[in-house]
């Protein structure tokens, strides 16, 4: 327990400065809205539409920065990114990259589909720096529905431009998530409805992670799957910004792969 706390409190402190977003208030805005009921829920097929994986009351769209959003019946449920982490040893200059989005070098980075998965390749550059192709994304629509996303990093040539990846971050509302709950492999865990310090729950030990949001809503509801070496570790964390999940790739690899699970839902008429 002491390692995974460490591990967990340095993920924390590296990434204090990165909170770049905030609420309008900071807090949690509510806005009252009614549950599916059971007989309302069910095992649907996800398709692609555009630049879209939709599956009845659910929808993932992919952005040509690397972004995604997953909304539920129009409401933002979240929002998946890759950060970066990392040092100008040169100017002692720090950095938090959300890739895709800062100091992306637009000319060179690419974003396509080709049958069921969407390429997006991210150049980055920083200072005077040469730009270099920092991450490589691919989503897949697997046939029995779940969606596939593997993500492979690569630090840049010079040295003195220490950054190296971080995780796949889950960003999530607190008018989304605040006061409900995940179950992290079969544990519950209740969220908090505004940003407090420390974690709300991690785990590096298992094997196998499964984090299930929204359990017990059961027309929002979807989970997140993951087996090492796929992934390091996982931890959760609210902050002014939202609800925030991590995914810690593997660094030896440089490389993470999870499964997203938007298949139980209400059937659009």
């Given at each position: 327990?002491?390692?995974?706390?460490?591990?967990?409190?340095?993920?924390?402190?590296?990434?204090?400065?990165?909170?770049?977003?905030?609420?309008?208030?900071?807090?949690?805005?509510?806005?009252?809205?009614?549950?599916?009921?059971?007989?309302?829920?069910?095992?649907?097929?996800?398709?692609?539409?555009?630049?879209?994986?939709?599956?009845?009351?659910?929808?993932?769209?992919?952005?040509?920065?690397?972004?995604?959003?997953?909304?539920?019946?129009?409401?933002?449920?979240?929002?998946?990114?890759?950060?970066?982490?990392?040092?100008?040893?040169?100017?002692?200059?720090?950095?938090?990259?959300?890739?895709?989005?800062?100091?992306?070098?637009?000319?060179?980075?690419?974003?396509?589909?080709?049958?069921?998965?969407?390429?997006?390749?991210?150049?980055?550059?920083?200072?005077?720096?040469?730009?270099?192709?920092?991450?490589?994304?691919?989503?897949?629509?697997?046939?029995?529905?779940?969606?596939?996303?593997?993500?492979?990093?690569?630090?840049?040539?010079?040295?003195?431009?220490?950054?190296?990846?971080?995780?796949?971050?889950?960003?999530?509302?607190?008018?989304?998530?605040?006061?409900?709950?995940?179950?992290?492999?079969?544990?519950?865990?209740?969220?908090?409805?505004e940003a407090v310090s420390g974690i709300i729950c991690g785990e590096y030990r298992p094997k196998e992670f499964k984090v299930v949001f929204l359990p017990d809503d059961p027309g929002k509801t979807f989970s997140i799957t993951a087996v090492k070496p796929d992934i390091d570790l996982f931890n959760s964390w609210a902050i002014k910004?939202?609800?925030?999940?991590?995914?810690?790739?593997?660094?030896?690899?440089?490389?993470?792969?999870?499964?997203?699970?938007?298949?139980?839902?209400?059937?659009?008429?």
């Amino acid at each position: 327990m002491k390692k995974m706390l460490t591990l967990l409190s340095v993920a924390a402190l590296s990434l204090g400065a990165a909170e770049q977003m905030p609420l309008p208030s900071g807090k949690a805005e509510f806005a009252p809205t009614e549950k599916a009921s059971a007989d309302q829920v069910q095992t649907l097929v996800p398709r692609i539409e555009g630049n879209a994986i939709v599956c009845g009351n659910k929808r993932l769209d992919l952005q040509n920065n690397s972004g995604m959003t997953l909304t539920c019946d129009g409401e933002m449920l979240g929002r998946f990114f890759y950060y970066f982490t990392g040092e100008d040893k040169a100017i002692k200059k720090p950095y938090w990259i959300e890739c895709g989005r800062w100091f992306a070098d637009q000319e060179k980075s690419s974003f396509r589909k080709s049958g069921n998965t969407f390429y997006a390749d991210t150049f980055m550059k920083i200072g005077d720096y040469p730009s270099w192709e920092a991450c490589k994304q691919q989503v897949e629509l697997l046939p029995d529905g779940l969606i596939k996303i593997d993500i492979q990093w690569t630090p840049p040539e010079d040295q003195n431009l220490a950054l190296e990846g971080h995780s796949l971050f889950f960003m999530m509302p607190y008018k989304t998530g605040g006061g409900k709950s995940i179950t992290l492999n079969g544990k519950k865990t209740m969220l908090p409805t505004e940003a407090v310090s420390g974690i709300i729950c991690g785990e590096y030990r298992p094997k196998e992670f499964k984090v299930v949001f929204l359990p017990d809503d059961p027309g929002k509801t979807f989970s997140i799957t993951a087996v090492k070496p796929d992934i390091d570790l996982f931890n959760s964390w609210a902050i002014k910004d939202g609800l925030r999940f991590n995914f810690v790739d593997n660094k030896k690899t440089r490389h993470l792969t999870v499964f997203l699970d938007i298949r139980q839902g209400i059937k659009k008429k």
